[in-house]
């Protein structure tokens, strides 16, 4: 069983900063593969970044370049660095883990979810 629990969401201006932490417990962090996804009012959930247990990333095109997924093993966390915000980046973001070494864009394929933490970009 792993729990993920999101911080770091919050109201800032276009063009501002914000670093997401999601900070998973049990002692195999390692060995899961994790995604960020997030979903705005209306829309669908849709896949934004992703880490694999070996550290290979997959980004999102809506996002690359702006957007930067990271992890620490020791400290059971993954990160998402978001630069260059713009309103259309508002939504709940969500942390996801599935056990395994390969990225995935796919949801469903995860086995489980945080909460997730609200990222509102006024213009």
């Known amino acids: 069983q792993v729990q993920l629990v999101e911080s770091g969401g919050g109201l800032v201006q276009a063009g501002d900063s914000l670093r997401l932490s999601c900070a998973a417990s049990g002692r195999t962090f390692s060995s899961y593969s994790m995604g960020w996804f997030r979903q705005a009012p209306g829309k669908e959930r849709e896949f934004v970044a992703a880490i694999s247990s070996g550290g290979n990333t997959d980004h999102a095109d809506s996002v690359k370049g702006r957007f930067t997924i990271s992890r620490d093993n020791v400290k059971n966390t993954v990160y998402l660095q978001m630069n260059s915000l713009k309103p259309e980046d508002t939504a709940v973001y969500s942390c996801?883990?599935?056990?395994?070494?390969?990225?995935?864009?796919?949801?469903?394929?995860?086995?489980?979810w945080g909460q997730g933490t609200q990222v509102t970009v006024s213009s």
């Open positions: 996801a883990a599935r056990y395994g070494r390969s990225v995935s864009r796919i949801n469903y394929v995860y086995d489980y």
